[in-house]
């Protein structure tokens, strides 16, 4: 469906483009390059020529397309897989490691079809150590260990998974519903609010200990937000009311300021615990007499160095 360009000088434009971006707002490139999607168009040049061999020839030409066409799926799924362990700061490995079984289908494809395009087991194993070594080089192999769950509850850490997957369901039906509404100012509306609930769910992730504090917001609130949208879309596809419109995005943005001011808020936490431990940590050293030696502007500057963005020190540990 064509979609007219906007943005923030264009007429009709939500001035509020112009101000500082959004965190989280920038999209990030997808995962699927154009190498997956070749792994998808070689294999049909097996079924094609399948057609003008004998019965045993179409039979293996069509065994070849069908490990080349599996190769290229499970390729696929552990790119994405990969891509959701490494923008995760604790990940746990993914449960099967799709990217090398996809070589190993690589390597029994093209080794398949170097026995019947040579004619000898030899440039078939060629073929076949060729294919799963190239496969290896150009996607690499699955994450093999556990990244950062040393010392986590992995019971938390599930619980806040399933939360999270509730979460994303309910913002992709948002999503999906704001579609039939056709307004692109609506659409990238909802997605600025879209980024500050995800701004929450990776604070959740990080740190397991915060659902809790966040269930309500990534349950009952957002429910709310999804039937409320659901029900707006409804009504906006059938008759374009203004009124109804501007109600609308009031609810997003009060929702917004919500979501923005819980995530706030349990950063914040982490400082205030810090700075207990802070305080803590200079009375024993004082009552020790090692006060001196351990200064309180080393201690500050550690307190800055853990509470800085991006540290390490959040945890969580969803699943892949």
Known sequence: MARRFGGTYSPGGDPRASGTPTPGSGKRPHPVGA?????????????????????????????????LLLSAWLTREGVIAQDAYDTRRIARRPAIPRKIFGAVTMGLGLGLAGLIGAGGTGPALVFAIL???????????????????????????????????????????????????????????????????RALLRTVENDPRRLSAARRYMGVYLLGARDATIKFADLYARRRDSQARADY???????????????????????????????????????????????????????????????????GTPNV
């Not at 999607?37 to 293996?60: I, Y």
């Open 131 to 197: 294919g799963a070594g190239l496969h290896v080089a150009a996607f690499g192999p699955d994450p093999l260990k556990d990244k950062g769950v040393e010392g986590i509850d992995l019971f938390q850490t599930d619980r806040v998974a399933r939360a999270v997957e509730e979460a994303e369901e309910h913002l992709k039906a948002m999503s999906d519903a704001i579609l039939r509404c056709r307004d692109r100012q609506l659409e990238d509306r909802q997605r600025e609010f879209q980024t500050h609930v």
């Open 35 to 67: 190498r997956v999607h070749l792994l998808f168009v070689v294999p049909f040049l097996f079924a094609l020529s399948a057609f003008f061999k004998d019965p045993a020839g179409l039979a293996v030409n069509l065994g070849v397309f069908a490990l």
């Open 249 to 315: 995005i009031a609810l997003l943005d009060d929702l917004q300021k919500n979501f923005a001011l819980r995530t706030e808020t349990l950063l914040d936490s982490d400082r205030q615990a810090l700075d207990i431990e802070m305080d803590v940590l200079r009375e024993r050293l004082e009552r020790e007499g090692l006060r001196p030696q351990l200064p309180g502007s080393l201690l500050d500057d550690l307190a800055e160095r853990v509470t800085a963005p991006g540290n390490a020190s959040e945890k």
